[in-house]
């Protein structure tokens, strides 16, 4: 049995900043809390947590403490009611999800009708409404966008959640330029993304079965998911070795793993290690 490994997989760079800042503050500070999961990945969460950073849902008091902005982002009202309740803050914003927040503010300043391409209920969106001033427009799923509210936007700016499926946004993009004429278009997908969303076109069709590791509220993650399945019916989303099923790999030659942006490398080592043991 042949096990290849996506290049790709694992940790992004904004997550791997987000935990190094996270483990850097718990070192030298004392009652820090973070507002939901630093990264959508319950192994991660659990580390955080154990380094010493509490998860909150939502914000009380602040004094003498600290809190820790998620990779996502987080509402700049929430960090205008954070510094009013006292807290100090310790952004660990991805740079690119900020880059975001900035195109968005730019053009809005010029009167443009934002629009999101992206999942609506992810933190990473809310983060950038957040950021804005005015009402975007959110395009979540293709069927979902109204041709009828499209064509009455004379000034737009489309920006992209940036771990959309590539493919999905090149359509939606198209849509929008039919019948928007004044249109600048962002694509805000992020570097990993790209780089684990074009493996993931290829993985499924060079291998007998492919696995794809990382958390059921991984969004990212999802998006591999739903790429490979739609190219190998013998896709499976794992969170951890003890959901592999040995049927699986039944007359398997090859087996292709990667594994979402949130997904620590010892998770990952821990399902290969069990698909030998499966396949020995
Ligand atoms: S997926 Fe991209 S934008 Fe999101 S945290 Fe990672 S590097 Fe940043």
């Not at 009202?77 to 310790?90: F, H, Q, V």
Request: a positive charge.
């Amino acid at each position: 049995m042949i096990i290849n490994v996506a290049k790709s997989a694992g940790f992004c760079f904004g997550v791997k900043r987000a935990i190094k800042i996270a483990l850097e503050t718990a070192r030298d500070h004392d009652c820090i809390e973070v507002l939901g999961d630093i990264v959508h990945n319950e192994h991660v969460a659990k580390d955080i947590n154990a380094a010493g950073i509490k998860k909150i849902t939502r914000l009380v008091r602040g004094k003498n403490k600290t809190l820790l902005i998620r990779a996502h982002g987080v509402a700049l009202k929430t960090i205008e009611k954070a510094r009013r309740l006292g807290y100090r803050i310790i952004d660990a914003t991805c740079p690119m999800v900020k880059g975001i927040h900035h195109i968005a503010n730019t053009m809005e300043k010029q009167h443009r009708t934002i629009i999101i391409i992206g999942d609506k209920n992810h933190a990473e969106v809310q983060g950038i409404i957040g950021h804005l001033k005015s009402k975007p427009l959110l395009i979540d799923e293709e069927h979902t966008l109204s041709i009828a509210a499209i064509k009455k936007i004379k000034r737009a700016c489309a920006i992209v959640q940036s771990t959309q499926d590539m493919e999905k946004v090149k359509r939606i993009f198209a849509l929008l330029q039919q019948h928007i004429q004044d249109l600048k278009l962002f694509n805000t997908i992020c570097h990993t993304t790209k780089a684990k969303q074009n493996e993931i076109r290829t993985m499924p069709l060079q291998n007998d079965v492919m696995i794809i590791i990382g958390s059921k509220t991984s969004a990212n993650t999802k998006r591999l998911y739903e790429i490979a399945k739609s190219l190998n019916r013998k896709s499976h989303w794992v969170s951890s070795g003890k959901d592999l099923r040995a049927g699986w790999f039944k007359n398997a030659v090859s087996v292709g793993v990667t594994a979402g942006a949130s997904t620590p490398d010892y998770t990952t080592d821990e399902v290969i290690r069990r698909i030998r043991q499966y396949t020995a």
